[in-house]
C-alpha cells in the first residue's frame, strides 16, 4: 500500500485545486474526509468516482439529506467535482486519451509505457504512477488509456496486479523491471523492455513503429507473425517444394 494517503502528484493536485474551489477549504480537513469516504490510497481513479452528493455529504458530515445545503454554492460543489473527474485541471500533466483512439488500427499492436509525468518513459515497473498504454500501426500512434497503478499497491501480490493492469498490451517499457516481476508480465502475453536512460515515449514508439512492417525475429513473435529475416528463406521453400 502507498506510504502516503494521496497516491499521486496528480491526485494531490485535483485536491488542492477542488479545496481552493470550494471556499478556500482547508486541504487537510478535506483530505481527512476523503480517507474516511474512499480509503487510502486516494487516487485519481478514486477521485474520478466521486458525484456531487459525495462532495456535499462529505461536507455536510454523516448525518446530510440529500440536497442539504452547506454554505457552498452548487455550482462550486459542481467544479470541484469536475476537478476531481480531472476536467480544466490547470498545471496538469496527466496525459489525456486521443479522440478516436479506439478506432481500427490495421497491423498495430498495443504497447504500455511505465510513467510518472506526462508522456515520459521514466517509471519503474513496481513504482512508476501509470501505464501509458499506446495503440502503434505503420501509419500512427496514439494513445489509447492511462492506468493508473498504484490502486494495484493494495493487492496481495502487487507485481501481479499490475501485470494483469495492461494484459491486452504485447510489449511493456520499462526504465527497470526484476526477473520475478517481468516473470508476471510475460505469464500475460506481454514481452518486457527495458530502457534504463527512458525518455519521451513517443519517440522510442517511433523506432517501433519502423519496425512493423518488416519485424525483426523478436518483434513478429509478439505480433504473431513470420520474422522479416525469415520470409525470403520461406518463401524460396515454398517455391521449390
Keep these: 500500500m502507498s506510504q502516503t494517503p494521496i497516491a499521486s502528484r496528480e491526485a ?3 485536491i488542492a485545486l477542488a479545496a481552493r474551489t470550494l471556499e478556500s477549504l482547508d486541504v487537510r480537513a478535506l483530505v481527512a474526509a476523503l480517507i474516511e469516504k474512499v480509503d487510502v490510497p486516494i487516487t485519481e481513479r478514486k477521485l474520478a468516482a466521486l458525484t456531487v452528493e459525495d462532495l456535499r455529504a462529505l461536507l ?10 452547506v454554505g457552498v454554492p452548487s455550482e462550486k460543489l ?7 473527474w480531472g476536467e480544466n485541471v490547470e498545471g496538469s500533466d496527466l496525459p489525456k486519451p486521443e479522440v478516436d483512439a479506439g478506432a481500427s488500427m490495421p497491423g498495430s499492436i498495443r504497447v504500455a509505457v511505465a510513467s510518472n509525468r506526462s508522456e515520459e518513459l521514466d517509471g519503474h515497473f513496481g513504482s512508476c504512477e501509470r501505464f501509458l498504454v499506446y495503440q502503434v500501426a505503420p501509419e500512427a500512434i496514439r494513445l489509447v488509456d492511462v492506468r493508473s497503478a498504484l490502486e494495484a499497491d493494495a ?13 491486452d498490451c504485447q510489449l511493456l517499457f520499462v526504465q527497470s523491471i526484476g526477473g520475478p516481476a517481468a516473470a508476471k508480465v510475460v505469464r500475460q502475453g506481454v514481452h518486457p523492455l527495458k530502457k534504463p536512460a527512458g525518455g519521451e515515449a513517443r ?6 513503429q519502423a519496425r512493423l512492417l518488416n519485424p525483426p525475429p523478436w ?6 507473425v513470420p520474422a522479416a529475416t525469415l520470409a525470403e528463406w520461406e518463401e524460396a521453400a515454398a517455391e521449390s517444394a
Design 60 to 69: 455536510a458530515g454523516d448525518h446530510a439529506d440529500e440536497n442539504c445545503v
Design 155 to 167: 493487492e496481495e501480490d502487487r507485481n501481479a496486479a499490475r501485470a494483469s493492469l495492461i494484459g
Design 12 to 14: 494531490a493536485l485535483r
Design 203 to 208: 519517440a522510442l514508439l517511433t523506432d517501433v
Design 78 to 84: 459542481k467544479a470541484a467535482v469536475r476537478i476531481f
Design 219 to 224: 518483434l513478429a513473435r509478439v505480433m504473431g
